[in-house]
């Protein structure tokens, strides 16, 4: 059966499209962070959507299952195979086409395999730009973003993933092209089918296309510093921000003195933004798309921290004086994950509540944590605009890594997601499911929304063959 | 078996939450437009999620189909039942509470009884506004425009119902109530479900109260009008606006002579906005939430028209000197339905192509079809910035309505409708399918898409009980 399949997708494919060689695929079997290894049949790249539609509709036929993969820079294992040996890893790299940009329309349309850098460096060529970014922007594919409905830093302006994917085209588990690549404004013709597709984890299909909104090229930024006392004193400065210009704030990111103080530790020449040390600090960016608002954003800036400073919301503040400086301040925001990482183990969590919701939540969460498991520090940085935080706990000093993850870090890590779930939020905001938080879904998430889930996972793809055992 | 239902019904609800008599039922069984008049075993009013809940695990007992009907005041007839008698009619009316409003955060929890007018009053007394607008805001409801994924002249900046859509509760066809009122910027915990709801015509599940976004309330706003030879360069005019001002730009309306001129002969007062006669007229609107942006909306308005007028792209234009002048121009635009309504018999289409290729769309589409039907006149005006328009096509003088509709009229719908699909455009932008267009949609709608949709459908009412017939 194996071989009557593996010479079939070998006709079909040709020998640039399949692979068994041990060596050339062992870089796709271990997941990005390292977490997790797997073993596969083959590796099949196909170079068109008319040819991820025959194999699939092959695997069907063989019920051989299918892993998809995009830059395998994903952060919870959705895209690395079981250990089984029986599935198929399905590459889209090779189909990285950008097939079309209309500079008027301001819409792009991408293959799948399309590198996230790729296309900002594409768009740029255009004076536009493609508002989502992320550390992972050198691997990560278009197909891959859009089938975990990515995040970053631009969220709360631009939406995630799902805000700017205008038109999708996708092979579904019979083999079927779904092709709503046309992007229409408005469309009420029944079910918005690229949603369901959209953060499914190629549970329900093959995102093989995709058309994306661009926005304009940065006429200027304007990126600003500033140290507060509480969180809340934060989020108090995100509401002002918001309401004096909405339309101008491109990010809002927040760390605590902790991670402050851990970056300076790791980054050989990073200096403190400010003189005093603060409990909290917020990375604020304002963005304006043409020149003579651009030219307004240094004065909006100093009116926004002068009227936050009479308001006693925050103690001191800086604006970055030069592109050089502000490229500095995000510096610091960027380098949390791997300096916190430096320090030990830690448990990292992806996890949202209202951002109303947020200071409360860390003022109760934080203390609790440290208290239950003595010795750990737990620290919450990111994207205080998404009520959005990675909440890492680090081990106590000394703790021997796999015996800790293994053991008490497994323990807390249930612990932070019980809590995110009592107050109304969700265990991975921008991350996923996939293979890392299946288990924690399966316990904490509505039953009445698990139970859907499953039956529109059934009803799309009944031989279960579309990435088993990841998500539902 | 049916009385069986009424009285366990009867005992749920109480007086006030079911009722047989047929003068309360009488203004529900007819749609707005009139087009359809059915029969309904009773109508149900419960006062609570809970009641919806449990009423709907007494239809899935008893196999009684339940039609949901919001403000009754669709345009496609998909709140109202069939002539068979067996369906029961729901109205969520009685559920009509603004559960709460966050002014912080811009959010307002709504039961699915609102009315749209309620709730852009509520929001005005707190210094916001709810983005959405549309001709029937006096009777329409938040689950009717949520379950339609309404529309209107706002979507250009933003978006449809669904980019509203922060949070949803909603009754599935078992009963069970999926619960994703809390709103969460970012969650990636699997399927989407929300997304599935809206747009779905109460066809997957019945929405019961829905999260909403607010923005600033209006801190000024700038209407104009201008004149185009054609609507190639309305669409330039577009572009232009949109580079200038993509984050002021909050409607962008088109109409041509026909539609001014229909207007003109049917408001009694009414004049003109311009000298001369032209072919094309663009209604634009910026609108600015901070006050020094609104002071400066003036000179953004008078550079676009100067730069337009240079470029050749239009011959004349005027600017709204005052509030009453702006209502004036708007009130043009909103009383064309009627106007050309008042000629005689029209079929008319909601239609959506790519906003770049709608200009080629009408001049190849109008002459095409006045000249396939001889006497007929066809008329686009509309939404160019959500590349929507209303395509009308009037009858010959002196067309007997109910011959011409069910004859001729119906051919030329089937014709628009081909036209449309051939350009990649959708058959129902903002209107949805419900009763009217069911059988255009099985006849164009891509196969691959349909039977998902069915899959989908059947997956998560298997008994084929919520609002059987419409949709798909």
Redesign the interface.
């Known amino acids: 059966m194996t071989s009557a399949f593996l010479e079939a997708a070998a006709r079909l494919l040709g020998p640039k499209g399949l692979t068994t060689d041990s060596h050339a695929l062992a870089p796709w079997l271990t997941d990005w962070r390292g977490r997790y290894t797997g073993k596969a049949l083959a590796l099949a790249s196909p170079a068109s959507t008319a040819e991820v539609s025959a194999l699939v509709r092959l695997c069907a036929e063989h019920q051989v299952p299918i892993v998809p993969q995009g830059g395998n820079s994903g952060m919870s294992g959705g895209a690395t195979p079981f250990d089984s040996g029986t599935e198929l890893l399905l590459s889209l790299r090779r189909m990285n086409a950008i097939s079309s940009l ?1 500079r ?3 819409t792009v349309v991408c293959e799948a395999g399309v590198i996230l850098q790729t296309l900002h460096e594409t768009a740029a060529r255009e004076g536009l730009r493609f508002p989502l970014s992320l550390g992972g922007k050198g691997s990560a594919t278009i197909g891959g973003l859009v089938s ?2 990515a ?1 970053g830093t631009q ?2 302006r631009h939406g ?1 993933m ?2 700017l994917v205008l038109g999708l085209q996708g092979v ?1 588990a019979d083999g ?5 690549l ?12 690229k ?2 597709l ?3 984890e190629g549970t ?1 299909g093959i995102v093989t296309a995709a058309t994306l909104r661009l ?2 090229d940065i006429a200027g930024r304007c990126v600003m510093w500033a140290g507060c006392a509480t969180l809340d004193d934060a989020r108090a400065l995100l ?1 002002m921000a ?6 101008l704030l491109e990010g809002f990111e927040v760390l605590p003195r902790h991670s402050l103080e851990a970056v300076l530790a790791y980054l050989p020449d990073a200096r403190s933004p400010l003189a005093a040390p603060y409990e909290w600090h917020a990375l604020i960016e304002f963005v304006a ?2 020149v003579s608002t651009a030219a307004r954003l240094p004065e909006i800036a100093e009116h926004l921290l002068s009227q936050a400073f009479e308001r006693g919301l925050i103690a001191d503040a800086t604006i970055a004086a030069s592109e050089d400086q502000a490229e500095r301040l995000w510096l610091i925001r960027e380098t949390i994950s791997p300096a916190e990482r430096a320090i030990g183990p830690a448990m990292q969590h992806d996890i ?5 919701a947020m200071p409360a939540f860390v003022d109760a969460a934080v203390p609790r944590l440290e208290a239950d498991w003595p010795g750990t520090t737990a620290v919450c940085f990111g ?1 205080l ?4 935080v990675h909440f890492h706990v680090i081990a106590p000093p000394g703790a021997d890594r796999a015996v800790w993850e293994a053991g008490d870090g497994k323990a807390i890590s249930a612990q932070v997601h019980d809590m995110v779930t009592q107050w ?10 996939g293979r890392l938080k299946r288990d924690e ?1 399966a316990r904490l ?2 039953p ?6 499953r ?2 996972k ?3 793809d009944p031989q279960g063959l579309l990435n088993p055992g990841k ?2």
Chains 1, 2 share one sequence.
Request: hydrophobic letters at 45%.
């Open positions: 209309d008027a329309a301001q975990t409905n995040g969220v709360l995630s799902r805000a579904l079927s092209i779904l092709d709503q046309v992007p229409l404004k408005k469309d009420n013709r029944g079910f918005d089918l949603q369901v959209i953060g499914s329900l926005v304009p509401v918001q309401d004096m210009a909405a339309d798309g043409d949202s509540v209202p951002v109303e994207h605009g998404d009520g959005n109304g939020g969700s265990i991975s905001a921008e991350h996923g499911i879904l998430g509505d009445v929304a698990l139970s859907t889930m039956a529109i059934h009803a799309l998500l539902v």
